[in-house]
Every structure is written in structure tokens, then in C-alpha cells.
């Protein structure tokens, strides 16, 4: 299998790795991005074509007469996207020549390592998701421990809650300041070549300073720290591996969507996540190792969680056709609610800017104490908000306070994201979403389609990114039948963000994790190791 893989993906003329001697000192070179060449060589009267930066010296053309490529007026940009002048007399068969072989060398690497990281991100994650769930029932089932003395474990309550958030918020300052908040914004700016990889020690912070602040009763997901710990251990495996640096910006992509992928049970929506969020462009590489990895992370997750859903909803049947022109109005108000969503959390954070003289566990610990009393007289409203959403797509929260919880969430969440600590967005906006949607469902007596709906639609006008909005809410629920009226909802919801000139959330929050990271030149400064970082 090895020999017919290399027959057909590699050439057979190559440079050889101890050759360079043998040839003239004459050589031109176009950059193609940032880790790869064409390299122009002459050798025995002759020129020759080369391809370098992958895994291995590729020859493209050989044998072509002098003089027949310039690349005096090449520039940095990937040259497939250069107009023709450009390449002056380089034949178009070794464009395509060294598109084609690029995608090929090193695939098979690429391919195992990203199985391997799926794999260990999706034990990683799997854990702490369990973790979370046994931290989950101890805060619901505290209250009842405590019916005799209901102040005195209300006290208790709200001085765990607050020692637990100033513990998670000690971890992240003192050891690993990129892992508070969601991360995914930290993982963007490495996939963009602004900031270097995090180092191993992200992953216990995350987890541990996770489990603390979400076990503690803050409105924060799972998800983002899944999404940065997968990413975290992927670019360690790349390292380990010795892949190149275009490969390790590769893995370290997949590795995050297989973080997404174990959080939430969904290995299509970790896929899509990669394609649509991460990278926001459908390349080969990133593709496969997208899909292998996220394919891998649920099969190692579900060896600890089992093949269960996150949400066991009733039997769906189709809204019809004016249930489908229904949801272009719930979009529109869920594109509404997405940019007062937005607004909020990027005001939340501009104040604890500056309330900055404060020692960020002080802050940590205030928002702490409020969870922890919210946990004591309502424990469904504090957390991540898995049980809250279970209970409004099943109906049994009340029509008449579903205004109030959602303000009550929104602020939570905005001051939980605010605190400093490890906890990500795509649950708690999940739980307004289907509270929205079930509201507006509610006067048209179909509640639970609409709630499901609303989910993708705020999700869409929060994140832009709907795709992976309607694939998690499809795959969280294991039912297909609303994809149309998703589709109709997200419509509507992304292009009235848009006309509102409300950024994506994520976009905004990179914009503050690299002006942050600006002023902290002694973690900069050591830069990113070489050949492993984009």
C-alpha cells in the first residue's frame, strides 16, 4: 500500500537531499505563501523547476531551456490567484503540477496524525464533559442537603461558588492568560499567524479552571474550552510528529473542530466549524484532517458518553409552508436579538477593562457569589444551561417568565464571560436561542419546531456562521426535518446583523484577545518555536 501510495501521489524525478552541491549557484525563487517556493535551478546547461516547502523537494519541470521563467515580478501572494502576466514564460502545467503535488505530499502523515489528535481531544473532552455533568448534579442537588438550614446553605453555597471563581481566574493569570474566556478567538489569531501556539500547560488551566467556573454555576459552554484544549494537544502532536508548519496550522485547526465535535456529540458540526469558522476557506488538506479528526473525537467520546444526543426532543413534523414564511420573521428577530446579544458581552468586557485595578479574582469571585446564590433558589438557570434548554423544548417552562429568564441569562452570561475565566458561548446563546423561538412558536401553537429554529437563527446572527449553526442544532437534536426553516431563519437573521453593521462576535473578541496580547511582550517575545507555528 505504502509503494502504490507513493507511485501515485509523488514524481519521480526529485531533488536529492545531498545534491545541492552539484548544482550552480544561479538560482530564482518565487515565494507561494509563506512556507512554500518555486525554486528555479540550473544544472547542466539545463533549468529546473522545484518545488520546496513540503514535506519533501518535489522537481515540477525538468529540462526547460534558459531564460524560459522570470520571476522578477512575482509578489507574496499565492501565485493560483495570480493574473497570468505575472508568470511570464512558466509553463501552466507546472502551476497545476505544483498545486496537485502539494496537496498530495505529506497527506498521509497529515491523515494519521489527525486521527491521533481527534482521538486524544475527544478523551480529553470527554472527560470534561463528565467532570462537568457530576459537578452539575452535586450544585443541583446541594439546596436539598441544606432544607434544614436554608441561609446557612445558601451562605455555603455562595462562598464555594465565589472560591471556586477566583481559583479558576488565579489559574488563568498566574499560568496560562490566554485560556480565560472561549479560546476560540486565541485559535483564530495562531490561525492567522498573529499569535503564537499556546503551550501544553493550557490544557489543565482550561480544564481544571473550567470545571471550577462552569461547576460553579457561570452561564459559560463547554465548548470553548474543549475547542482550545483539541487544538492545544493537536499542535503538541504536530510537533511530535515533525510536521511542517503549514501541516501543524492544519492539524492545529482540526484538532479545535474535534474539540467542538466531543463537546456537543456532533462530528459534522466539528467538520464544519473547521471549513466555515477556523479557516473560512474549503482546502484539501484542511478538509480531510477536519473530518478525520472530528470522526475520531467522537469515537473516542463516546466510549465515555455513549451515542446519546444532548437533547431528547418529541417528534417533529413540518411546520408547512407558512410555518416556513414564519421563520423569516423569527429570524429577523433573532438577527435583532443577536446584535443586542453582541453589544452586550463587548460592553460587559469594555467594563471589566476598567475595572482593571481590581485583581481579576476579586471580580471572578463577585460574579462567583451571584451564580451561587442564582444556584440556591433556581439551580436550572445557573451553568451552562443544558438542563434550562431540556426543560424549554419540552414545554415545561412557563410562557409568561421566559422574557425574564432570557434577560436574566443574557446578563449572567455576558458578566460570567466578563470574569476572566475558562467558558465558552455556543450553550448559553443555544438556551436564549430556543427561549426565543419557543416564545414566538407559542402564539402560533408550535412551540417546540420554532424553539429548535431559533436555536440556528441567534446562533447565526451571533456567531456568522450558519452552516454550523442548522449541522449542531440538527446533530444536538438527531432530527433533520427543520432544515428547511432553519435555513429560511438564518437567512434572515445573518443579513439583518449585517445591515445593523454588528461584526461577528468571535471577530470582535480577537480584535481585544490581540490588542491584550500587546501588552504583554514578556509572553510575545519568545515568539513561536521554529517550523512549528503559522
Given at each position: 500500500m505504502w509503494l502504490i501510495f507513493r507511485r501515485a501521489f509523488y514524481r519521480k524525478i526529485r531533488v536529492p537531499e545531498t545534491g545541492h552541491s552539484e548544482l550552480s549557484a544561479a538560482v530564482e525563487s518565487c515565494p507561494l505563501g509563506r512556507q512554500r517556493q518555486l525554486v528555479l535551478i540550473q544544472r547542466g546547461g539545463k533549468e529546473h523547476l522545484i518545488l520546496r516547502g513540503g514535506a519533501k523537494e518535489v522537481a515540477i519541470e525538468t529540462g526547460l531551456a534558459p531564460d524560459s521563467c522570470d520571476f522578477s515580478k512575482s509578489d507574496e501572494r499565492e501565485p493560483f490567484e495570480m493574473p497570468p502576466q505575472k508568470w511570464r514564460s512558466v509553463p501552466a502545467l507546472s502551476l497545476i503540477r505544483a498545486e496537485r503535488i502539494y496537496a498530495s505530499s505529506g497527506?498521509?502523515?497529515l491523515a494519521i496524525a489527525s486521527g491521533l489528535a481527534g482521538a486524544g481531544a475527544g478523551l480529553i473532552c470527554g472527560l470534561f464533559r463528565l467532570a462537568l455533568e457530576t459537578a452539575d448534579r452535586l450544585?443541583?442537588?446541594?439546596?436539598?442537603?441544606?432544607?434544614?438550614?436554608?441561609?446557612?446553605?445558601?451562605l455555603v453555597l455562595i462562598a464555594i461558588a465565589a472560591a471556586a471563581g477566583?481559583?479558576?481566574a488565579f489559574l488563568v493569570r498566574r499560568f496560562s492568560t490566554h485560556a480565560a474566556g472561549s479560546g476560540i478567538p486565541h485559535v483564530e489569531a495562531v490561525l492567522n499567524g498573529e499569535l503564537p501556539p499556546a503551550p501544553f500547560i493550557l490544557i489543565p488551566v482550561k480544564f481544571v479552571g473550567g470545571l471550577l467556573s462552569i461547576g460553579a454555576g457561570f452561564a459559560l459552554g463547554r465548548e470553548g474550552p474543549s475547542v482550545q484544549m483539541g487544538a492545544a494537544f493537536a499542535n503538541l502532536l504536530g510537533r511530535i510528529f515533525g510536521l511542517t508548519a503549514t501541516d501543524c496550522c492544519c492539524l492545529l485547526a482540526a484538532g479545535a473542530?474535534?474539540?467542538?465535535?466531543?463537546?456537543f456529540n456532533a462530528p459534522l458540526a466539528g467538520s464544519a466549524f473547521v471549513l466555515e469558522e477556523l479557516v473560512r476557506k474549503f482546502e484539501t488538506r484542511h478538509a480531510i484532517a477536519a473530518l478525520g479528526a472530528s470522526g475520531s473525537a467522537i469515537v473516542a467520546a463516546r466510549l465515555l458518553m455513549g451515542p446519546k444526543p444532548m437533547f431528547e426532543v418529541a417528534a417533529i413534523t413540518d411546520p408547512g409552508f407558512s410555518g416556513n414564511l414564519l421563520c423569516f420573521a423569527l429570524g429577523i428577530i433573532a438577527g435583532l436579538l443577536g446584535v443586542a446579544y453582541n453589544r452586550v458581552h463587548l460592553e460587559a468586557l469594555a467594563l471589566s477593562d476598567r475595572l482593571a485595578h481590581w485583581p481579576v479574582e476579586v471580580r471572578a469571585a463577585i460574579v462567583g457569589a451571584g451564580a451561587g446564590a442564582l444556584a440556591w433558589f433556581a439551580p436550572s438557570l445557573a451553568g451552562g444551561g443544558e438542563l434550562l434548554a431540556q426543560r424549554t423544548l419540552d414545554g415545561h417552562e412557563p410562557l409568561a417568565i421566559l422574557p425574564f429568564l432570557f434577560l436574566l441569562r443574557l446578563l449572567l452570561g455576558a458578566a460570567s464571560y466578563s470574569a476572566g475565566t475558562p467558558g465558552g458561548l455556543f450553550a448559553p446563546l443555544l438556551v436564549l436561542g430556543a427561549q426565543t423561538g419557543f416564545s414566538f412558536g407559542a402564539f402560533f401553537n408550535q412551540a417546540l419546531p420554532f424553539a429548535i429554529v431559533g436555536m440556528a437563527a441567534l446562533f447565526a446572527a451571533i456567531v456568522r456562521a450558519p452552516l454550523t449553526g442548522m449541522i449542531l442544532v440538527t446533530e444536538m437534536t438527531a432530527s433533520s426535518m427543520l432544515l428547511l426553516p432553519m435555513l429560511a431563519a438564518c437567512f434572515s437573521a445573518m443579513a439583518v446583523a449585517t445591515l445593523l453593521r454588528q461584526p461577528p462576535i468571535y471577530d470582535s473578541l480577537k480584535k481585544r484577545t490581540l490588542?491584550?496580547?500587546s501588552k504583554e511582550p514578556s509572553d510575545l517575545s519568545r515568539g513561536p518555536e521554529p517550523g512549528h507555528s503559522p
Amino acid at each position: 500500500m505504502w509503494l502504490i501510495f507513493r507511485r501515485a501521489f509523488y514524481r519521480k524525478i526529485r531533488v536529492p537531499e545531498t545534491g545541492h552541491s552539484e548544482l550552480s549557484a544561479a538560482v530564482e525563487s518565487c515565494p507561494l505563501g509563506r512556507q512554500r517556493q518555486l525554486v528555479l535551478i540550473q544544472r547542466g546547461g539545463k533549468e529546473h523547476l522545484i518545488l520546496r516547502g513540503g514535506a519533501k523537494e518535489v522537481a515540477i519541470e525538468t529540462g526547460l531551456a534558459p531564460d524560459s521563467c522570470d520571476f522578477s515580478k512575482s509578489d507574496e501572494r499565492e501565485p493560483f490567484e495570480m493574473p497570468p502576466q505575472k508568470w511570464r514564460s512558466v509553463p501552466a502545467l507546472s502551476l497545476i503540477r505544483a498545486e496537485r503535488i502539494y496537496a498530495s505530499s505529506g497527506l498521509l502523515s497529515l491523515a494519521i496524525a489527525s486521527g491521533l489528535a481527534g482521538a486524544g481531544a475527544g478523551l480529553i473532552c470527554g472527560l470534561f464533559r463528565l467532570a462537568l455533568e457530576t459537578a452539575d448534579r452535586l450544585r443541583t442537588t446541594f439546596p436539598t442537603w441544606w432544607q434544614g438550614g436554608p441561609l446557612l446553605g445558601c451562605l455555603v453555597l455562595i462562598a464555594i461558588a465565589a472560591a471556586a471563581g477566583a481559583s479558576s481566574a488565579f489559574l488563568v493569570r498566574r499560568f496560562s492568560t490566554h485560556a480565560a474566556g472561549s479560546g476560540i478567538p486565541h485559535v483564530e489569531a495562531v490561525l492567522n499567524g498573529e499569535l503564537p501556539p499556546a503551550p501544553f500547560i493550557l490544557i489543565p488551566v482550561k480544564f481544571v479552571g473550567g470545571l471550577l467556573s462552569i461547576g460553579a454555576g457561570f452561564a459559560l459552554g463547554r465548548e470553548g474550552p474543549s475547542v482550545q484544549m483539541g487544538a492545544a494537544f493537536a499542535n503538541l502532536l504536530g510537533r511530535i510528529f515533525g510536521l511542517t508548519a503549514t501541516d501543524c496550522c492544519c492539524l492545529l485547526a482540526a484538532g479545535a473542530g474535534a474539540g467542538l465535535a466531543a463537546a456537543f456529540n456532533a462530528p459534522l458540526a466539528g467538520s464544519a466549524f473547521v471549513l466555515e469558522e477556523l479557516v473560512r476557506k474549503f482546502e484539501t488538506r484542511h478538509a480531510i484532517a477536519a473530518l478525520g479528526a472530528s470522526g475520531s473525537a467522537i469515537v473516542a467520546a463516546r466510549l465515555l458518553m455513549g451515542p446519546k444526543p444532548m437533547f431528547e426532543v418529541a417528534a417533529i413534523t413540518d411546520p408547512g409552508f407558512s410555518g416556513n414564511l414564519l421563520c423569516f420573521a423569527l429570524g429577523i428577530i433573532a438577527g435583532l436579538l443577536g446584535v443586542a446579544y453582541n453589544r452586550v458581552h463587548l460592553e460587559a468586557l469594555a467594563l471589566s477593562d476598567r475595572l482593571a485595578h481590581w485583581p481579576v479574582e476579586v471580580r471572578a469571585a463577585i460574579v462567583g457569589a451571584g451564580a451561587g446564590a442564582l444556584a440556591w433558589f433556581a439551580p436550572s438557570l445557573a451553568g451552562g444551561g443544558e438542563l434550562l434548554a431540556q426543560r424549554t423544548l419540552d414545554g415545561h417552562e412557563p410562557l409568561a417568565i421566559l422574557p425574564f429568564l432570557f434577560l436574566l441569562r443574557l446578563l449572567l452570561g455576558a458578566a460570567s464571560y466578563s470574569a476572566g475565566t475558562p467558558g465558552g458561548l455556543f450553550a448559553p446563546l443555544l438556551v436564549l436561542g430556543a427561549q426565543t423561538g419557543f416564545s414566538f412558536g407559542a402564539f402560533f401553537n408550535q412551540a417546540l419546531p420554532f424553539a429548535i429554529v431559533g436555536m440556528a437563527a441567534l446562533f447565526a446572527a451571533i456567531v456568522r456562521a450558519p452552516l454550523t449553526g442548522m449541522i449542531l442544532v440538527t446533530e444536538m437534536t438527531a432530527s433533520s426535518m427543520l432544515l428547511l426553516p432553519m435555513l429560511a431563519a438564518c437567512f434572515s437573521a445573518m443579513a439583518v446583523a449585517t445591515l445593523l453593521r454588528q461584526p461577528p462576535i468571535y471577530d470582535s473578541l480577537k480584535k481585544r484577545t490581540l490588542r491584550l496580547a500587546s501588552k504583554e511582550p514578556s509572553d510575545l517575545s519568545r515568539g513561536p518555536e521554529p517550523g512549528h507555528s503559522p
